[in-house]
Each structure stands twice: as structure tokens, then as C-alpha cells.
């Protein structure tokens, strides 16, 4: 696992286009039982080009899922919504109405797979009602016969087979009934594809078949950017272009897949790394790090880096004041310390 | 590892489910032989077996054809104090931790339940210091777990509790059915050392069940690889993942994506 073995050996990232998603300052929150609002997403901004994906990575609870509902505009409570814009594709959501954000942007601008997308799927109804169902809202003009034939050609193309569609939802397999629900979701040609953790509930084999499914959608021009949500870094790595790191409700680093896998600046990000595990030559002597101690709470104000507290090169200007994101050309990344000094604390731990 | 003593043995396993039309073989012809203090891993996909063969190692299912040995004679699982007297012996952890916990029992009851079941008569600061000494061993504070119930701990959290009790009743085989699968890849690597940890410390044998072949690695000495209820290939770690020679082997090795290889996602 060292540093010397860095090579290409995923798809070339395409070249940037216009911004299709952007977030600014966006800010939401829980609200619990107690009255106490839970800051789960704590001013989080970045843009996603045409033709471009992005993972997210991170722990658990440190936002990751509730981003993704904030940006579908799915304010229900116990989550509500503060401050900062979400622009997709030009309009910024927050400006529309439930209505207005459920004909114009859902499905159409925008679609999601939620972390239990198989278990979404009504037991009593035909795989393909699904789908008459969406085009009854979306696609009036459309006769049954129609849609059926248009939604087999989809899965034809999309390798899955047609028989699926008259189908119950308990005739078909975990892996199955996930990439079923993707080619769903993504039925109206939607410009981004938001999936949280598509293939956290699936083994490996499913999961690879779930990735080639969405990779076939990307290079068919049906989705035209993805947002994938997961704590897999290996495959983050293969499945997007860039990989942004979210550490108690902020964005902690954001950079190419490569830049984040091979040389992580923000030490957080570096104790990621250090949790891979793959089955490679080398891995049995590789000393896993774990990361003692707990995020923080995000009832509370927090002064200072987040990070702090676990970060075993935290300095005492950690603790105070607000730290601001550093911008190295592409990468972001929030931390006090340039990456020289960064790197040779790292350098010296390994030693 | 081969020098120590063979703890659980197997010849010819065999479990059928249902007869007739809808006879389902689950695990059909295995066989083993456990060392004491050597961590087993047995991969699969979804549907084959694995989970089926903890169940019949831990007694939880009754095999249908051969024989389990464990430590040279045949199992005595009849009456229920038999069973009870096995199971100080073997132990496990389940997939989901949020289902393995009594939701109306504070973890302390959880922990104290663990002494009586040894069958100790403690007082109750001996008691206390047990506890504590479980709780620091999974780099848990006793102090502000103890009137806890499970909603509000973490999988994380809960899961390191199952291995403290696993720790205060160290029993001589641990059965862990993909004890990682539902948490996230950080506190993996702490579950993972954990056993590592047991195993060093206690010589505890850890039978750990996966699908994630690069975990499998990590810990194991020893990998059996499972395709539709039947071992198609098993042998040390490195022979195993390093020199795969079963194609359904090379196909599980291959379905993981790695960093510093490409990864083929072409249909197989």
C-alpha cells in the first residue's frame, strides 16, 4: 500500500461543462422531541459539472444521508430546512412551491434511490404499474400499451429483462429488485441521480452488477451526472470522478478520486484512507487505523475543528474560531495546516 | 497452526430443507476440521450456506447427514442443559446488532446476565469491575453505557458491546456471521482488531463469516470458499486469495473493487 504503487487504472474524468447542481451554504436540521434542533447539515456548498460524478464518504451520521433528502427538497419534518440555495439545473428549488417541485424537478431534473430502495416497492403491485404510474403524471398522452412497450425497450437496453416488468416485487431477488428500482427511478431521463448507498445491503457480486447498471446508464446518456452515497472508499474510487469527505454535517475535503484515495491533505480524510480493505497482496500486513473517539454532538455550538477532538495532530488554534476551506486549484479541503506540513507529519508517523 | 489441537471437526455435512417438489439442499457435503486459535473464514454470496452451516456449528439447526465432532466426540445436544453447557463453549455474533438486543434491558442487565450465566456468585463490586474491565477491553465507558437501553447506542457501539460479552464469557469458539456488514467501514476496522484481539489474548477459534472476500483476507488464517452449499476450494489465506484456482474463487476476488488494480465490470 504504498505510495509508489499510484497508477491509473480507472476511467479517464471528463472534461468539465457547466455546473448542473450547485449548493450554497445550505443549512438543515432536526428538530427532536426535546425542541433541540440537531444540525445535521452544517453549510455544505459544491457544484457538479454535466457529465460528472461525485461520491460522498464519510461515518455514520455525519450527514451524508440527509444531504441527499435536502437536495431532493424533501423537508418533512422532524427535518427542516434553514438557509443556503440548491440550484439544479438553473432553478433553485428553494424557491418552488411542493407542488411546483414535485411536476418540474422530481424524476425529471432530479431522481433518488434511498438507502432501502428495495424495500420501497408496494408488494401488491406489478413491477410495471410502477412505471404507469409515473408516466401518468408525467406523460398524460402516453396509452398503456405504449408505456409497456417504451419501459421494455428501457430495460432491454438497460440488460435487465423484460419479464421483470410483470413481475411481483417478492419474485425478485435482492440485486434484482435494487437495479429494478434504479431503472425506475431513472425512467424519465433525469439530468442527476442522487443514490444513497445503493449497494450497502447487497453482496459483492449484486453490488458489481448494481455499479454496471448505473455506469450503462451514464454512457447511454440517461442520467447526465450522479451523486453516489457510500462508506466504500475502494468503490467510490471506481465509480466516480470525484470524491468530496463530509465530517459532522461540513464537507471536510473534496477532490479527484485520485487525489482523495492516494494523497488525502486533511488528516480525516487520511484516517479514512487508512480503513480500506482490499484483497490484495501486501493487506495482511497493513495495520488497520481506527479512529478512537466519537464525532461530536451536533446539538451543540462547536468551536474550532470539528475534527479536533480525534485528531491526533491537533494543535491548541484547533480549538478556537471557525476554520475556513482552504483552495488548492480543484481540491478543497478545511484544515489550518498546508499540505507540506501536513504531509510531513505523515511522513513521520509512518516512521 | 496445524500443530494445535482440532476443536471442531466435520465429515460429510449435509442439510436438506423441506422433502418433495420443494426439497432445498443448503449446504450439502462439507467438511472441516477447526484448530484452536485459528481465525476460519467462510466466504459466499447471498444463498450459499454459510449462514446455514454457524447455525448447525452452533446447534441452532440439526444437520441432516454426517457428523460434528467437537473436540473428538460427537456433540450431546439433546436435553437442554446439554445445550446450555455447549454454548459456554461457543458463542456468536450476529449480523444485525440492532435485533440482537432485548429492547427492554439496559446494557448493564445485558452484562450481568453474562455473570449469572457462568455461573458465578459475585459480589457487587466484583461484579462492577467485571463489567468495566469488558467495556475497557471494546474501549467502551461502563460509566456512561451502564443505565443505557439499545436505541440509543450506535451500531457500532452495540456491536463492540456483543464482543464485550463475548470477552466476559470467553468462550473457546466464536461464530461472528458478518459481524461488519451493517456498519460503516470506519468502526469496522475497530470490530476487526477487536477479534484480531481476542484471539491473541484468549486463543479463542473465530469462525467469520462473509461475503467480502478482502475482509476474509485480512483476518483469516484459514478460508473455505462456498458456492451453493458445497466448499469448492479452501486453504490458507494467501493460497487462497493470492493463487485463486476455482473459477468461482477468481469470480469473488474479482467482483471487489481494489485501488491499486482495474476493475473488470464486464459480465461474467
Known sequence: ?351 | MKNAEVLLSGSGITKVFGYGKQKKTAVQDVSFSFHEGEIISIVGESGSGKTTLAKILMGLLKETGGEILYRGKPRQLKRHKERKRYWKDIQAIFQDPFSSFNVFHMVEKLLIDCIKLQGLKLTKEEQVLRMKEACSFVNLKFEELHNKYPFELSGGQMQRLMIARIFMLHPKILIADEPTSMIDACSRSTILDMLLKLRRENNMTIIFITHDVGLAYYVSDTIYIMEKGRIVESGPAEDVILRPRHRYTRQLISDVPKIHEAWDLAQP
Open chain 1, 1 to 351: 500500500m504504498s505510495q509508489n504503487m499510484l497508477h491509473i487504472v480507472r476511467d479517464p474524468v471528463p472534461a468539465p461543462g457547466r455546473n448542473i447542481l450547485e449548493v450554497k451554504e445550505l443549512k438543515t436540521y432536526y428538530k427532536t422531541r426535546l425542541k433541540e434542533k440537531v444540525h445535521a447539515v452544517d453549510g455544505v456548498s459544491f457544484e457538479l459539472e454535466e457529465g460528472r460524478t461525485l461520491g460522498i464518504a464519510g461515518e455514520s451520521g455525519c450527514g451524508k444521508s440527509t444531504l441527499a433528502l435536502s437536495l431532493m427538497g424533501f423537508y418533512f419534518p422532524p427535518l427542516f430546512y434553514q438557509s443556503g440555495s440548491i440550484v439544479i439545473n438553473g432553478t433553485d428549488i428553494m424557491t418552488l412551491g411542493k407542488e411546483q417541485l414535485r411536476k418540474r424537478i422530481l424524476g425529471r431534473e432530479i431522481a433518488y434511490i434511498p438507502q432501502a430502495a428495495m424495500n420501497a416497492l408496494n408488494p401488491t403491485l406489478k413491477i410495471i404499474r410502477f412505471i404507469e404510474d409515473i408516466m401518468k403524471e408525467h406523460r398524460p398522452h402516453l396509452s398503456k400499451s405504449q408505456v409497456r412497450e417504451m419501459a421494455a425497450e428501457r430495460f432491454e437496453t438497460l440488460n435487465l429483462s423484460p419479464d421483470v416488468l410483470n413481475a411481483y416485487p417478492n419474485e425478485l431477488s435482492g440485486g434484482m429488485k435494487q437495479r429494478t428500482v434504479i431503472a425506475i427511478s431513472t425512467i424519465l431521463n433525469p439530468k442527476v441521480l442522487v443514490a444513497d448507498e445503493p449497494t450497502s445491503a447487497l453482496d459483492v457480486t449484486s453490488q458489481k452488477a448494481v455499479i454496471r447498471l448505473l455506469k450503462e446508464l451514464i454512457a447511454k446518456k440517461f442520467i447526465q451526472s450522479l451523486v453516489f452515497i457510500t462508506h466504500e472508499l475502494p468503490l467510490l474510487y471506481h465509480v466516480t470522478d470525484d470524491i468530496m469527505i463530509m465530517y459532522a454535517g461540513q464537507i471536510v475535503e473534496k477532490g479527484t478520486a485520485q487525489q482523495m484515495i492516494f494523497d488525502p491533505y486533511h488528516p480525516y480524510t487520511k484516517r479514512l484512507m487508512g480503513s480500506i480493505i482490499v484483497p490484495e497482496a501486501g493487506m495482511k500486513e497493513h495495520r488497520l487505523e481506527a479512529i478512537p473517539g466519537a464525532p461530536p454532538n451536533l446539538k451543540n455550538k462547536i468551536e474550532g475543528c470539528r475534527f479536533a477532538d480525534r485528531c491526533t495532530f491537533a494543535r491548541e488554534e484547533c480549538q478556537c474560531g471557525t476554520i475556513e476551506n482552504r483552495v488548492i486549484g480543484e481540491r478543497v479541503y478545511r484544515c489550518l495546516f498546508d499540505p507540506i506540513t501536513l504531509k510531513e507529519w505523515y511522513a513521520n508517523e509512518e516512521r
